[in-house]
């Protein structure tokens, strides 16, 4: 091979790193949730979500944008110019997080108050926005690292800052917050602000070392603009949205007389269950994160061919996987639950969001082909669509329905955003699916899962549940032998992607 990954080899570094680094996050939700429990997990979830909507507003799209701009510029064989690219994208970052971090510093107050609810969490809003430049920087330089296939030294660096942070944040967890909410949420944001500063200095340096060679200027404004305030919109109302909701919904819930305590259920939605649901998919960023940039360079190419085969395969492996792991918690909700957290609740909640898995993990993976073939005002208008239907369905039907409204709101803005994307991508690149196959595909899931949830052990579901799936995939031809062959071609080192 040469010196070089191929995307599907340069994914399975990612997913190595990526599960690594999930796993951590997991573990390290498990933790807090036994130190400070369900409420305070959920105190925990609103002020990540305030320090979270700054992130993406001060990130404004850049790290995107970086990757995008990196991919074309070496796809059209100008080496020479990325210098100017990232000059241009670290002004922007700079600009749009300083902007971002004095109204956040300012502020701070105000949002404890009015918006989480608890004043002990000033501190560690004010923490956030210190360091905010240093973290979106990070974005820019990971975007660029990603672009130009580095990406053993960017998950080498990943992994050094994640473990770092988890040290500290630990560290300040056991000798300082003790079983505090308020001290909790600062030793989170100190922790991950201290390995931020790390990967900047470790990243820049990289580049530094590469002694990199500067050509003639080129513009970049305007093409900086174009890519990356579309999706500054897109992830800022997506992330604003989210951010309303999160702050909306513990309100909303106490008017529902069949909600006990309203933080508790959804820190244990949003704190237990979709870390768990959502662990698998650290495999599908892996690929996620190549797709952007691997569809930008093909594109400016015109390799229209091989858009097709990656857009093709990558639709197919997704909902394979989803499917799989769809049962898997389904079958083992039981189990997880009770050695993770403790909680049947718990249980009960990761099977039910855990039959949207394979939408979800298709959804993520659309998202990034849809983005690397140029398509982020689309996305935007997507985002607006069902960001206001899933604000007005949390609204109207929390007081009356509970938890049973949100899963419905959650269900329906997922799946017609879902069916939006494939839909734009499938036109752009020409692509027919036939529906018949993921139809029969998740029938098969249905009555695997129902065969196999007769048996006592859960290794024998998950044993039983494995080999029916795997043999109703094949006949429904969801997974095909060429797709063995192509497992066998990475095995032996050829490089199959090409074509």
Known sequence: MSGKMNIFYSALMLTGVNL???????????????????????LLQLTMSVGS??????????RTATMYLTAEELGRGRKNSVTWVLSGCCLYSILFSGTVAFGLYTFAP??????????????????FAAFLPVVCLCGVMSGYFTAAERIGTLAAVEVGEQLASMVMTMGALVLWAGNDPGRACLSVVLGSALGACLTLCCLGLLRLGERPETGPRIPVRQRLAETALPLALADDLRTGITTAENLMVPKRLALCTAVENPLAAFGLVSGMVFPVIMFPAAILFGLNELLIPELARCSAAGQTRRIRYLVRRSLRVTLVYGLTFCGLLYLLADELCMGLYGN???AKSIRLYGLLVPMLYCDAVTDAMTKGLGQQKVC?????????????FLYLLLPNYGMKGYFFSFLITHLINFLLSLRRLL???????????PVLATSG?????????????????????LALLGSILFLCRAWRREDLHWLMGLIKRKDLTKR
Not at 122 to 127: D, Q
């Open 20 to 42: 690594l680094l999930r796993l951590v996050g997991t573990s390290f939700q498990v933790y807090l949730s036994g130190r400070i429990g369900a409420a305070g997990i959920g």
């Open 53 to 62: 909507l700054a992130m993406v507003a001060g990130m404004g799209g850049i």
């Open 110 to 127: 105000w949002l404890a108050e009015n918006w989480i609810g608890d004043v002990q969490t000033i501190p560690s809003l004010r923490l």
């Open 344 to 346: 049947w609740d718990a």
């Open 380 to 392: 935007v208008r997507y985002n607006i669509i069902t960001s206001a239907m899933d604000v007005a």
């Open 427 to 437: 036109k752009i690149t020409g692509l027919r699916i036939p529906f018949h196959t």
């Open 445 to 465: 899931c249905l009555f695997a899962v129902f065969a196999a949830g007769r048996l006592p052990s859960p290794i024998l579901r998950s044993g039983a549940y």
